[in-house]
Each structure stands twice: as structure tokens, then as C-alpha cells.
């Protein structure tokens, strides 16, 4: 009897919760409805201003290469210039100093669509430093290559079209199309033309970016850090008047000396006007140029891919760990420790020089928030696995940190370069600690998963193997146990993780109400963001109290647990990509 009023008390308990989620559901669906980020009606856009002309001028802005060059020729100039040195040398854009590296990345990207750019004529991968070079120096040379890149298919179909019908599809499937064709009266009128479609006018929103891009000029390059005796911090380019300055004087004819030497596809004349304005330009005002370390290490930043590359070491501590557990050797699970650290040494690395470049804490956008949660996840599982001798945690954080750094290592994740934030996410301490607490409890909730799936591999696949690996994973490799005992003690691992995550979680949201008091007034709104942080946050509420009223609470534990998992993603991802809210500036 006792037992059957517990059960009922229970399934009482479950369905007064459920009603919360739905209420919740229900009191934020006129809000969600009203913000969702939809087309207009009809795709009518009538608070939109007319599409601007585009700023295309049948002038190249730069000396044209010999018209005689071939192929060989280019590559062969391309191998003949090192331009490890100049890749360092910074350049003001977009409200930050930078690499010179990670300012070609970005504008390549944004007329190519990629930060490298690849010829279908010419195979050959050059610098992303030459690339952006060789186009604002020579641009004659990419006027009839695919180079711009034009994101809508339809808005490509229709500009393809005037290309001749025997590379009409091959400029279509590959995506860019040349320079030389968006001259063109047709071209014009198409990306001029009316927009009453919402993706059209984005596609030629994108078009015009691209267009943009490719027609700045090398008077455009802020190169000239600013003196440290001026008002103003701002840089300047070498063709704008300064003040006398024989530096600035001798750095501005080593820029007109690369020029002329790029033009006549002279290597030995354009390295040497390369290796004057690398001695040059750091030296001009030398308290405001940004130092060669922190330079060094920016460049290093991009060329492994935002460090990114650890999701290798990862990748074999898991692989390891995992034939560890199923073997019994210990000198694997030694090795899979010693692969593991070497994995968040790296991801560590990655961590501190994007803070390092970026001067903040790096956890304002979606790309950093991603990194982190991954990273905090790590921290969590190496610490949990020392202290309870259970190398479970350990595996579960080295597929943690492979699956995410692949993630970021393959996908263009949103704000992957370092910029600028919203000012409001600079306003407040609480702000900060708010943000690192959710990231905290959503890297728990991330690491529960996949000892949740662990979990279900020896539940649904009782072989002695699974039964090996368990008792490998929970440290009683050398006083195996039953199926039973292993999956409780599993569940018990499982449990102190979903703990942590509940309660980080719920301290998290309160601290995001105080932050929200002070920045909007109120403590709650029903913004989409809050909303679903409340509902996932329910939902580990339930988790952890549903055990005391099931026939099989460690199972059902790990299969809601899998289910928090996704809600999470879409809290932390969803929610932002997809609905318009208070917390979308990030």
C-alpha cells in the first residue's frame, strides 16, 4: 500500500509539472508568434528602402598584369614571394586591429564565401595573404574567374544566363560567378531590378557585399597604427596626408614599389618592397602597434583553425579509453589520460588566445559560447574522473571535445571571427558570472548525455564486453560485477552530473533575472530565451524527482536525460538562430 501511494504521489507530482510546461508553452506562444522571424505577408516587403544601385565602374581601380602571363607564370611569381612576415603585419578593420592573415580570411570569405580561394582553372592553393594581395594589386587577373559569390541559387541562374551556354553550369554549380559579367548592363538590371522577395533582396544584399569587397582599393588598408601623442586612435592608411614622417614617407614608396613590381609579376622587386615595409610599418609609432607576440600568436590561431585541430587528440583518447574499457589494459586508459590532456591543452590554447586577441572573456557569440560549453564540459569530466577514479568521465569527455571541435572545425559556426560585441553585454559582473553559469550547467547537461548513451549501450547490449568496458569505465577493472551492479553504479555517476546541471542551471536563470531587473526593468518577460531556459530546467527537474515514482528509474533517467540534451541545443542554439528575442544580439 505504501509503495502505491508513493507511486501516486508521484505520477501526481509528473503531471502538476507538465501543466507548468504547458502554461509556460502557452502564456509565451502570443510572444513567440508576434517575433518569430518570418516574411511579410504575401513576401511583401513595404518598409523596405529601395535596393541601391551597385557601385560598379568598368575602371579597374589598379594596373593591369601583362596580358601575356600564363598560368605558370602566376604560380610561379606566387611560389617566388614569402609572405610569412607581411601575413603579420596589422591592419585596422572593423573596429579592431588584426593580422593582416585574418583581415584577407575575412574578405575573401566575404567575396569568395570561403576564406580560401580556389580556382577551377588554376588548381593551385595559394595564401589566403597572397590571395587578397594579388586582387586588390591585380584584379584584370580575376575578371573572368568564378570569384564572386552569389549565395541564392535563383539570383545565380539568372545571372549565369548571360554567360555563354558552355560554362553557364559550371559557374552555377560551383557557386561564384566573375567579376567581368556584374559589369554588364543585363547584370545591372537584375541585381537592380525590384525586390519583392525577402531572400532575393538578402541574395542581393549579399552580391552587393561581395561586389563591395572586391573593388577596394589598396589605399583602403588602415596600415598605420595611430601616434601616441594624437587625439584620436585612429589608423590610418599610407596614401592618406600625415604629419612628416619620414617612416610613414619611406613605408608609402615600398607600397607604390609593390605595386608597380605585382603588376610586371617581378618577385625579386616585390620581396624587397615586402621585406621594407615589414621592417617599416611596426617601427612608425612602435607604443600603438600591436606586439609581435600577440601578433605571432594570432597568426597561429588561424592556421590551426582556431586551435580546433585538438578535436585529433580528443578523437584518439576516446578511441583508446573506450578499447581500454573493453581490453582491461591500463596501459591504454594511460594513454587515453595522456591524449586527453594533450586534447584540452590544446582546446585550453585556443580558449586563452581568442581572449587574448579579443580582450574579453571569450563567451559573447555563438562560436565562443560553443567553445566554451565544450570547454567547460572537459574541465568538468577530467576533474570528476581524478577525483572519483572513474574513467568513464574521462571518455565522456574526450567525445565530448571531439564531437564539438570537429563541429567548429568543419562547420562555419555564426561569429566565428573575432569582432566586436553589443555594448550591453559589457555593462555588468553579474552579467558575466550569469552567462558563465548557464554555459556551466549546459556543458553538465552536454556530458550527462553521453554517459546517458553509455549508459543505454549496456543496458540494451549485455555482453560480456559492454559488461567489461562498464566495469573498466567505473574503475573496477580488476573486481568485475555483474550487469546489475555495473549499471547502477553507472547510474550513480550519471546522477551526480544531472545534479550539478539542475542546480547550476537554476541558479543560472536567477542570476539572469537579477541582470535582467537592472538592464530592462523587469525581472521576467517571457522572452523566448528565458522561456526555454525555464522549460529546460523543468524538464532536469523532473529527471531527477521521476526516479522515486518508476519501475525503472535509472533507465527512464537516461533516456529523458538523452531528451534534456536536445531541448538544451535548442535553448543554446535554436532559440537564438530562429527566434527573435532580448537575447538575439549574441
Given at each position: 500500500m505504501k509503495s502505491e501511494s508513493s507511486t501516486s504521489q508521484t505520477q501526481r507530482f509528473v503531471r502538476i509539472l507538465l501543466c507548468v510546461i504547458t502554461a509556460c508553452l502557452l502564456a509565451n506562444t502570443p510572444h513567440l508568434a508576434a517575433q518569430v522571424r518570418q516574411e511579410p505577408a504575401g513576401n511583401t516587403l513595404p518598409d523596405q528602402p529601395a535596393f541601391p544601385p551597385l557601385p560598379i565602374s568598368g575602371d579597374m581601380p589598379v594596373e593591369m598584369m601583362p596580358p601575356g602571363i600564363s598560368e605558370q607564370q602566376h604560380q610561379d611569381f606566387a611560389a617566388q614571394l614569402d609572405l610569412s612576415a607581411f601575413s603579420q603585419l596589422a591592419v585596422f578593420?572593423?573596429?579592431?586591429?588584426?593580422?593582416?592573415?585574418?583581415?584577407?580570411?575575412?574578405?575573401?570569405?566575404?567575396?569568395?564565401?570561403?576564406?580560401?580561394?580556389?580556382?577551377?582553372?588554376?588548381?593551385?592553393?595559394?595564401?589566403?595573404?597572397?590571395?587578397?594581395?594579388?586582387?586588390?594589386?591585380?584584379?584584370?587577373?580575376?575578371?573572368?574567374?568564378?570569384?564572386?559569390?552569389?549565395?541564392?541559387?535563383?539570383?545565380?541562374?539568372?545571372?549565369?544566363?548571360?554567360l555563354p551556354a558552355e560554362v553557364e553550369d559550371g559557374f552555377v554549380s560551383f557557386g561564384r560567378l566573375p567579376p567581368s559579367?556584374?559589369?554588364?548592363?543585363?547584370?545591372?538590371?537584375?541585381?537592380?531590378?525590384s525586390a519583392s522577395d525577402l531572400r532575393l533582396l538578402k541574395g542581393r544584399n549579399q552580391v552587393l557585399s561581395a561586389w563591395a569587397g572586391y573593388q577596394l582599393l589598396p589605399n583602403s588598408l588602415l596600415l598605420v597604427s595611430p601616434s601616441p601623442t594624437a587625439k584620436s586612435d585612429k589608423w590610418?592608411?599610407?596614401?592618406?596626408?600625415?604629419?612628416d614622417n619620414t617612416d610613414v614617407l619611406e613605408a608609402r614608396l615600398a607600397f607604390t614599389e609593390l605595386a608597380?613590381?605585382?603588376?610586371?609579376?617581378?618577385?625579386?622587386?616585390?620581396?624587397?618592397?615586402?621585406d621594407k615595409l615589414v621592417a617599416k610599418l611596426p617601427n612608425i609609432h612602435p607604443a600603438t602597434y600591436p606586439s609581435a607576440t600577440l601578433r605571432h600568436a594570432e597568426l597561429l590561431y588561424n592556421q590551426t583553425h582556431k586551435f580546433t585541430v585538438g578535436y585529433l587528440a580528443y578523437g584518439v583518447a576516446t578511441i583508446l579509453l573506450l578499447i581500454a574499457m573493453g581490453t582491461q589494459r591500463k596501459w591504454l586508459i594511460r594513454s587515453g589520460i595522456v591524449f586527453l590532456l594533450i586534447g584540452f591543452a590544446v582546446h585550453t590554447a585556443g580558449f586563452a588566445v581568442r581572449g587574448i586577441i579579443s580582450g574579453r572573456w571569450p563567451i559573447h557569440n555563438q562560436f565562443e559560447s560553443f567553445i566554451a560549453l565544450a570547454w567547460f564540459a572537459c574541465v568538468m569530466g577530467i576533474v570528476l574522473m581524478f577525483a572519483k577514479r572513474q574513467w568513464m568521465f574521462g571518455a565522456a569527455a574526450a567525445a565530448l571535445g571531439t564531437t564539438a571541435l570537429l563541429f567548429a572545425n568543419t562547420v562555419a559556426i555564426p561569429s566565428h571571427d573575432v569582432a566586436q560585441v553589443s555594448g550591453i553585454l559589457a555593462t555588468s559582473r553579474i552579467l558575466y558570472i550569469h552567462v558563465n553559469v548557464v554555459i556551466a550547467a549546459y556543458a553538465l547537461i552536454a556530458l550527462g548525455f553521453f554517459i546517458a548513451l553509455f549508459y543505454l549501450g549496456v543496458y540494451y547490449f549485455k555482453t560480456d564486453t559492454t559488461v567489461r568496458m562498464a566495469a573498466a569505465g567505473l574503475g573496477e577493472m580488476d573486481n568485475p560485477s555483474g550487469p546489475e551492479k555495473l549499471l547502477r553504479d553507472?547510474?550513480?555517476?550519471?546522477?551526480?552530473?544531472?545534479?550539478?546541471?539542475?542546480?547550476?542551471?537554476?541558479?543560472?536563470?536567477?542570476?539572469?533575472?537579477?541582470?535582467?531587473?537592472?538592464?530592462?526593468?523587469?525581472?521576467?518577460?517571457?522572452?523566448?530565451?528565458?522561456?526555454?531556459?525555464?522549460?529546460?530546467?523543468?524538464?532536469?527537474?523532473i529527471v531527477i524527482h521521476l526516479r522515486f515514482g518508476v519501475r525503472k528509474p535509472h533507465l527512464v533517467t537516461s533516456w529523458l536525460?538523452?531528451?534534456g540534451f536536445f531541448v538544451m541545443l535548442w535553448t543554446h542554439w535554436g532559440v537564438n538562430l530562429l527566434l527573435a528575442g532580448l537575447h538575439s544580439y549574441a
Open positions: 578593420d572593423q573596429g579592431r586591429s588584426k593580422v593582416f592573415d585574418t583581415y584577407a580570411r575575412e574578405m575573401i570569405t566575404n567575396v569568395f564565401g570561403k576564406a580560401r580561394y580556389r580556382d577551377r582553372f588554376d588548381p593551385t592553393h595559394y595564401s589566403p595573404t597572397f590571395t587578397w594581395l594579388d586582387i586588390l594589386l591585380n584584379k584584370s587577373w580575376y575578371a573572368d574567374r568564378p570569384l564572386i559569390y552569389v549565395e541564392v541559387l535563383e539570383l545565380r541562374r539568372s545571372l549565369a544566363k548571360l559579367l556584374l559589369l554588364t548592363e543585363q547584370a545591372q538590371q537584375i541585381l537592380n531590378g590610418q592608411s599610407l596614401f592618406e596626408p600625415t604629419q608597380k613590381a605585382w603588376n610586371e609579376a617581378d618577385s625579386k622587386s616585390a620581396q624587397i618592397a615586402i553507472l547510474d550513480k555517476a550519471h546522477l551526480v552530473i544531472l545534479q550539478l546541471a539542475f542546480w547550476l542551471l537554476g541558479l543560472g536563470i536567477l542570476l539572469g533575472a537579477y541582470w535582467a531587473d537592472h538592464a530592462w526593468g523587469r525581472w521576467w518577460g517571457w522572452d523566448p530565451k528565458e522561456t526555454w531556459a525555464l522549460i529546460t530546467w523543468i524538464i532536469y527537474l536525460s538523452v531528451i
